[in-house]
């Protein structure tokens, strides 16, 4: 991997594979992680995806995550929002135990939880590190932050 330094404080690292990340200091400070040319997650390597690209029962679920979840906490959706999520497929990246936690995102018509969810790092909150499920664990893809 190469690294360079614009002058505009720009930090853009290059591999082999020739996919370019590029991190951008936000205005307070904070480094902005942009999605690579391939449209994944550097981090994860999975394919990233806009909170819009949600369905509104997701967008919604998301939304409670990132105001720390519903007043009181036992007002989720489901029973099990929340609990931790252990990543037995180990598709997410490696964390300690009781990193991610997960959340029910509604299937219209569905008898049961459905297979959608959102599994989200500790911080749950809108910048915290969020993916998306909707084949129940299968495959993720990485909610941009």
């Known amino acids: 991997m190469?690294?360079?330094?614009?002058?505009?404080?720009k930090v853009t690292t290059t591999s082999d594979t020739t996919q370019t990340t590029t991190r951008t200091p936000s205005q307070s400070g904070a480094t902005q992680v942009q999605p690579t040319r391939s449209g994944r997650d550097p981090q994860s390597g999975l394919l990233l995806m806009a909170r819009s690209a949600l369905p509104p029962e997701g967008q919604r679920t998301l939304s409670l995550i990132g105001q720390g979840g519903p007043v009181p906490p036992q007002h989720w959706p489901y029973q099990k929002d929340g609990v931790v999520f252990s990543n037995r497929e180990r598709i997410l990246p490696k964390q300690s135990s009781g990193y991610y936690h997960e959340y029910t995102v509604p299937t219209p018509q569905s008898a049961d939880r459905g297979a959608r969810r959102i599994v989200c790092g500790p911080?749950?909150?809108?910048?915290?590190?969020?993916?998306?499920?909707?084949?129940?664990y299968a495959s993720f893809k990485r909610i941009a932050p």
């Open 123 to 136: 911080l749950r909150s809108l910048a915290a590190e969020c993916y998306y499920t909707a084949d129940h």
């Open 2 to 9: 190469l690294g360079a330094c614009s002058p505009a404080g």
